[in-house]
């Protein structure tokens, strides 16, 4: 018994086979062995209702390792080599490098990681942390020598942060490319990987490129990627066409980006990396979004997140920003309970089942979701610290929290602070206009809006006008129609400030001809009493009636709700014409049914290893 409890003290968790495998045809079987000690009681913890696994308590297991080492230290490294092949050919092969490196055995632990590494990116599941902790473990002299171990170092820095490192682990992996070099010492075990070096390093560059804002640079890496790839590497195509995407949504050309990132979504999808497929879904459906295609943006979200929670698979990371996604698009059909519940849902699924942006992401949408019930100090705080959270995960920030900010201000009547804010970012109508800016300088003609209905300067009225036909102008040719609709909106306001009717409904029955397809609601209820009179004027004239006496019945039931009245108005109502029933072109799906706290429970278990019955 001493000597079994000695040397199974090196193990976290202990099966029978896997002690019976550490001591080496031991003369009792271990499963005899750990069912004794629980029935003696004796520091012994069962990990599961079939009494297969166990642990030792902790304290006790440190007590044991104390006196293995005092007394057995020339046996820790054999131990941990034969736990390490018994859960490599048990298929655990984290477990498998983790006794190797305790082994001190770096030469089979580099095989292990060589292979894992594919595998574990593919699912994302804390891959770069892991495989960081691995390859820091390792000597540096012997990485050297193992090209395509450099270049998972490379990937791993990129992932973790730790930009300055990777170049030169590149560099290392290009040395042994040279066809003219000498690889007496090269180890290679993965021949596949090796293959796809050039185009990895490639693909890596074009990603640091993207990083550091260098478009030019990020796209000559990708299209390099595009010539070294064969058809088969679905991941190194698919990452550039992620990138050649990313890089024409940063120049506001949303056709070639949509079309790239779909196509990479694609490729890595079949290449089994699901969760970046998923992740590219963020960034599909953020484009469809800026190009008014919301219905579109929904179904992107809704396909992903059956990728991500496939039938009797792990719940993929990326599942929950989808939720995040679906909410803010509820959230401007005014469906605002399903967008919380939305928010709520992918709260319970947890950490591990968002992308790094997510927190941020969830913290913006709820700040819409407060803005919406009129609680601005509230929108507010979430965008503080949506702020402190901020990742874009190389998505460009068309969006910056500082602006949104500047909108609750405006709403505020805080007109000194939004002004301010203009002021530090340099924003003048006078401005030459990009699509990296245009969302900024469309909160610039907000700002100036406020101002002119505050003081009623003729001068600044103008500047707003212009400033909105520029952008109109911008917008229109670049096919981001969700700027279009909102643009139009503004100028109908600015022309409804001057007391000029009928110049404010012809952009005002533009934007709704626009929108009414793809449901807006929302665009026009934040807009306050002054849409409200202009739909009551639109209405008057038939223009659209259908949709703006909807749009009209929605600021109704947001007064009374406002009041304490009632809830919100039923997006699901039908309406007759011709004596046929028809639904809504608002109408949403039913709402979703408010999850109870032990379904909540139970999303929050499907990212455990727990089976169904469990």
Known sequence: IQ????????????CGPLCDAVLGSPSVSGQEILEYLEHANLFIVPLDNERRWYRYHHLFADVLRMHLKAEQSDQGSALHRRASEWYEHNGSTDNAIRHALAAEDFERAATLVELAVPEMRRNRQGATVTELGWLKALPDELVHFRPVLCVDYAYALFGGGELGGVEPRLRDAERWLDTTAD?????????????????????????????RGDMPEAVKNARRVLDLAPEDAHLMLGGAASV??????????LDAARRMTADGMANVRRAGYISSAIGGAIVLADIQIAQGCLHEAMTTYERA??????????????????????SALHREHNDLKTATQHLLTSQALGELAGMPQNPY??????????????????????????ERLYDGNFSPNVRPVATRKTRVWVAQGRLGEALGWAREQGLSVENELGYLHEFDHITLARVLLARYQSDHADGSISEVTGLLERLLKAAEEGGRMGSVIEILVLQALAYHAQGDLPA?????????????????VRMFLDEGSSMMDL?????????????????????????????????????QSQHRTGGATQVSSLTLQPLIEPLSQRELEVLRLLKTELSGPE
């Open 3 to 14: 000597t079994f409890l000695l040397r199974t003290s090196i193990l976290d968790h202990l």
């Open 183 to 211: 690889t007496a010492g090269m180890v290679v075990v993965d021949e596949e990987e090796f293959r796809r070096l050039p185009g990895m390093i490639a693909l890596l560059r074009a990603a640091q490129a993207l990083a």
């Open 244 to 253: 050649l995407g990313l890089a024409a949504w940063t120049s506001g050309d």
């Open 305 to 326: 997140l059956q990728w991500a929670t496939e039938p009797g698979a792990p719940v993929q990371r990326g599942a929950a920003d989808m939720y995040v996604g679906m």
């Open 361 to 386: 992401r969830w913290c913006a949408a709820m700040a819409r979701i407060r803005e919406a019930q009129g609680d601005l100090d509230g929108a507010l705080d979430l965008l503080d610290q949506a």
């Open 504 to 520: 404010a409904l012809l952009p005002l029955q533009h934007a709704l001809a626009l929108a009414e397809p793809e449901g807006y």
């Open 535 to 571: 739909l009551r004027e639109a209405s008057a004239r038939k223009i659209m009636p259908d949709y703006t006496d909807r749009l009209l019945a929605a600021f109704e039931a947001e007064q009374k709700r406002s009041a304490g009245e009632s809830p919100l108005p039923d997006w």
